[in-house]
């Protein structure tokens, strides 16, 4: 049961874009067409689940029993940078078009805040599911938050995608053309999210 509700609470009641508001630059900047932002959703799905897996055993073998957690966020910056250039690598060598169209952006991955706000608030918050007291999350329940985390980022992104190539050929006055009726839509998608803070 605790999985169900850190899957339903991290994809839809706190949605990382919608709700906590991390990650916006990609957001508004790869939405422009949903297979772009497909792609920038799949590396960043598979950077923040790998990156939330390796800071939460580093914070836990080596950090935390070292004394060392005042080095927490540069070691999980350090941690996130490699594995964005092993993604890099990897999406030039298996995709070169998608690497082409994501351009400057998949380097951008590494200053996401999403991804580092991911790892740290794993290793840093107590969470309480059904009534149950508050505890730190296991390894199991780490990977499965950052999973749905990274789902829920890849949701939004897709949906925000989708409403912005509709609304490209749809007509809108001068004054909201381009980033404002943009932002009006991530605002109409925020509150529609909102719907969902009852269930958990």
Do not use: W
Not at 28 to 53: D, P, Y
Not at 57 to 75: A, C, D, H, K, M
Not at 99 to 111: H, K
Request: hydrophobic letters at 55%; a positive charge; proline letters at 4%.
């Amino acid at each position: 049961m605790e999985y169900f509700l850190i899957i339903v609470s991290a994809i839809f009641v706190n949605n990382i874009l919608l709700a906590q508001f991390l990650g916006i630059c990609p957001f508004l900047g790869v939405s422009n067409k949903l297979s772009t932002a497909t792609g920038m959703s799949g590396a960043v799905c598979f950077v923040i689940t790998l990156a939330t897996v390796v800071t939460y055993l580093l914070n836990r073998y080596l950090l935390v029993p070292f004394g060392l957690e005042f080095l927490q966020t540069i070691s999980f910056i350090l941690v996130i940078a490699a594995l964005v250039q092993m993604v890099e690598i990897v999406l030039k060598k298996i995709s070169p078009s998608l690497y082409q169209a994501l351009g400057i952006f998949l380097p951008l991955i590494t200053t996401n805040c999403a991804v580092l706000g991911v790892a740290i608030t794993v290793v840093s918050k107590d969470f309480a599911f059904g009534g149950s007291a508050p505890h730190l999350l296991n390894l199991g329940q780490a990977t499965v938050y950052a999973v749905a985390t990274s789902l829920g980022y890849g949701l939004a992104m897709c949906l925000f995608a989708g409403l912005r190539e509709h609304l490209a050929g749809c007509e809108v006055p001068k004054a909201f053309k381009g980033l404002p009726i943009a932002l009006i839509t991530v605002g109409i998608m925020a509150m529609a999210f909102l719907g969902f803070s009852g269930i958990v």
